[in-house]
């Protein structure tokens, strides 16, 4: 006689289910899911995010609360969840290259913001670095 397994609560495929429920979870959180934005334009959403709030406060302290407001209005404004994949993540990336272009050429940093947006050049570090 095979012993037999402790019960549960839950009924057997449920567990089954919700394992891979959490597995797909991860994985999808895991993955990059900018795979096939353009190059002029990579990276995470929340990367960009970030980049645009240090560009505005001119600092890399990430953990400062006006650093914090900013990345948290940023992404909320944008729909950016930090862990979970970006369903437009290509778009959002080149409204926020857009942006961050803008104030490279208010800053006399870019000549042209169409053309600081369409360079693969011109990617913040800490997206190029994905994210750190």
């Not at 645009?52 to 609360?65: A, H, K």
């Not at 970006?86 to 778009?91: G, I, K």
């Amino acid at each position: 006689m095979l012993p037999s397994r402790p019960r549960s609560s839950v009924p057997a495929g449920k567990h089954t289910m919700r394992s891979l429920l959490a597995a797909l979870t991860l994985a999808s959180a895991s993955l990059p899911a900018l795979a096939a934005c353009p190059a002029n334009a990579p990276g995470e959403p929340l990367h960009w995010a970030i980049a645009i709030c240090q560009q505005r406060y001119e600092t890399d302290e990430i953990e400062s609360p006006k650093m914090q407001s900013c990345i948290f209005s940023t992404a909320k404004s944008y729909k950016i969840e930090p862990g979970k994949p970006v369903a437009n993540a290509c778009a959002i990336n080149l409204q926020l290259k857009k942006k961050w272009c803008a104030e490279l050429k208010k800053s006399g940093a870019a000549d042209s913001i169409d053309a600081c947006v369409r360079s693969r050049d011109a990617v913040p570090e800490t997206v190029a670095q994905g994210g750190a």
